[in-house]
């Protein structure tokens, strides 16, 4: 099956620094990939929408400048929080879309879990 | 009112019992819905998808929809403990790149 990884599984950084997460689809090519935030108990939330080549779209109330999208290839979107602070703490989840959906189906990576300190 | 509402649980549950979850929604635009399995700390694996109402059935996993009163259910028969794990039902308006509308999700825990 289609599998889609995230790197790092989980990082703490301290307040006021930069943090890159990446999202890679292993064994499909994703012209476009999500990025969800899961606050706990609380829904996934769309971030934006990366497609290959192209600029990110975000969602209403996601700050662009402080959350730096990057679909550089067709595997691969990076995430990066920029001068994040303690309530950007949360669970950044991406999936990928195959360039053929079947289904609607999105692939999700298995997250990365963001402590800000 | 939220567009998609799920009660967040925990739902607990014997072995062996019928589990049903459910989820309510206000936006009549969506004809796709979807169930994901989320298990602590993990991403989202999907468990059923179905269009427009009516059910469907896979193994122990029945998923109906109801498009007339805008509710959708998940039926899980002869739950297992390792069916402990949080429910998402997702929709959306369109199929293919378009974006899912997620419920919190409900904690599912079977005991043995």
């Known amino acids: 099956g289609a599998v889609v990884s995230q790197h790092p599984s989980w990082v703490i950084c301290k307040s006021g620094t930069s943090v890159k997460i990446e999202c890679r689809s292993l064994?499909?090519?994703?012209?476009?990939m999500f990025w969800y935030r899961q606050f706990p108990k609380q829904s996934l939330m769309l971030m934006a929408t990366?497609?290959?080549?192209?600029?990110?779209?975000?969602e209403q109330g996601v700050e662009k400048d402080k959350f730096l999208i990057n679909h550089a290839s067709l595997t691969l979107s990076t995430l990066t929080v920029t001068s994040a602070h303690p309530e950007d703490s949360s669970f950044y989840i991406c999936s990928a879309l195959p360039g053929l959906a079947v289904d609607n189906e999105q692939f999700f990576g298995p997250g990365t879990r963001l402590t800000v300190l | 009112q939220k567009e998609v509402e799920q009660d967040p649980g925990p739902l607990s549950v014997p072995e062996g019992a019928i589990v049903s979850l459910n989820c309510t929604y206000s936006?009549?635009?969506?004809?796709?819905f979807m169930w994901y399995r989320q298990y602590s700390r993990k991403g989202p694996e999907l468990l059923m998808y179905t269009y427009s109402s009516g059910n469907k059935e896979d193994g122990r996993f029945t998923a109906q929809v109801d498009k007339s009163s805008k509710y959708i259910s998940l039926f899980i028969r002869d739950s297992q403990p390792s069916d402990s794990a949080t429910y998402l039902c997702?929709?959306?308006?369109?199929?293919?790149?378009?974006?899912?509308?997620f419920g919190k999700g409900t904690m599912l825990l079977v005991s043995p």
């Open positions: 997702a929709m959306s308006a369109y199929s293919g790149y378009s974006t899912l509308t």
């Open positions: 064994d499909f090519q994703a012209t476009t």
């Open positions: 936006n009549s635009a969506f004809q796709y």
């Open positions: 990366s497609n290959e080549g192209s600029k990110a779209t975000y």
